[in-house]
């Protein structure tokens, strides 16, 4: 006879065979709980990035580690203890941080040039009321109520103004030219909007000729204009060698005839530029050496005033020489523009000076971007 033989019993207990049993089952409560710690960190980590640029971010983590540890940790387990987490949140931390203080900066970047902009909007308001009183009451202008200007200062002032009107004209012509320009207007109708706008060139270089007998200075400086366009200036002005050779590389369809007069006349114009940039550098080297003769003479017996009355009349003689030049290189700016009118048609001279406001627009744009520009 065979007797049935009891079962073996484990020698871990049945509770921990059983325990031991589900550890290694996939799909059990243990892996539940790591399939859930991870989806919750990266639940936590997704919401942490959305809060980062408001003021609650540093409360939110706080309560984001309190709910992780009250939920998922372990009994007995404090999970504000791990190091991991404790280390991305301080990572967290120091970019929002981070985060804030280039916003912080920005904005204030942001007042600064704001506020640069309206002190300017009033410094010019207040120049247009000085100007105003003054034409009105015929005398010099006193900008703080103690100080008066010199004529030739009036003279500068009231050209800079006169540069802004002319200016604010220039561009509503512009707007105009351009449109007649797109929707296809008569060669009539544009003919005489190229006209006057012609005319309205004519009328800067005349008021800067007078400018220039009040101030030749002033006038070389070009501070009516931009930096970066004072970058590209020549005696006060374009270069009309530029512009043509603007055309040249631009302006199609050019004929072949066209394309050649306008290269003969960018070759003539650089010659003539070169003849008056001689004629600036022989009227600097002069100055220059009146200026330093008298260093060596200050304080001698050979010294005396009507000696060095007679070198600085012959300074200012000089540079009163330069108001020549720049009247020579307005001549030939506007000579430029008239034979450039004469080769093209009336739809190519229309989309020729188009170009060359464009030119000066984007140089005005891209300076004004530079001095808005973020800075390190």
């Not at 043509?244 to 050649?260: F, G, H, V, Y």
Request: charged share 25%; hydrophobic share 35%; aromatic share 4%.
């Amino acid at each position: 006879m065979f007797v049935a033989s009891s079962p073996r019993k484990c020698p871990q207990g049945p509770c921990q065979a059983a325990r031991t049993a589900n550890q290694l089952q996939p799909g059990t409560s243990g892996s539940h709980r790591i399939d859930s710690m991870l989806g919750f960190a990266a639940e936590s980590a997704r919401r942490i990035r959305s809060a980062r640029h408001t003021n609650f971010s540093r409360l939110l983590i706080s309560a984001q580690a309190q709910e992780f540890n009250m939920v998922y940790a372990s009994p007995g387990t404090d999970a504000s203890t791990d190091p991991d987490i404790d280390k991305n949140i301080r990572m967290t931390l120091r970019r929002l941080a981070q985060n804030r203080e280039a916003a912080r900066k920005s904005r204030l970047r942001k007042k600064a040039y704001v506020q640069q902009l309206e002190d300017s909007r009033m410094k010019l308001t207040q120049l247009e009321q000085e100007l105003q009183r003054a034409r009105q009451q015929g005398i010099i202008i006193s900008t703080s109520g103690d100080q008066q200007r010199s004529t030739s200062e009036n003279e500068a002032l009231a050209f800079n103004m006169e540069y802004m009107r002319w200016l604010e004209e220039h561009n509503k012509q512009i707007n105009e030219l351009r449109s007649a320009v797109h929707t296809h207007a008569g060669d009539d109708d544009l003919q005489s909007i190229v006209s006057n706008f012609m005319a309205h060139h004519e009328e800067i270089f005349r008021i800067k000729g007078l400018a220039a007998k009040a101030d030749a200075l002033h006038v070389l400086s070009a501070t009516w204009r931009t930096p970066l366009e004072r970058c590209f200036l020549w005696l006060g002005g374009f270069r009309p060698s530029d512009l043509l050779k603007l055309l040249a590389d631009q302006l199609e369809p050019l004929t072949e005839q066209q394309l050649a007069s306008i290269c003969n006349q960018q070759q003539s114009s650089q010659e003539a530029e070169e003849t008056l940039s001689q004629g600036m550098e022989i009227i600097q080297d002069s100055l220059a050496k009146t200026v330093a003769s008298q260093l060596g003479r200050a304080g001698s017996s050979s010294s005396s005033p009507s000696n060095a009355a007679d070198h600085t009349a012959a300074a200012l003689g000089k540079i009163g020489a330069m108001e020549s030049l720049l009247q020579q290189a307005d001549d030939m700016r506007m000579q430029s523009l008239q034979k450039m009118q004469r080769v093209l048609t009336t739809r190519q001279s229309a989309r020729a000076l188009l170009l060359i406001s464009d030119y000066f627009s984007r140089l005005r744009a891209l300076n004004s971007l530079w001095i808005a520009r973020p800075q390190q």
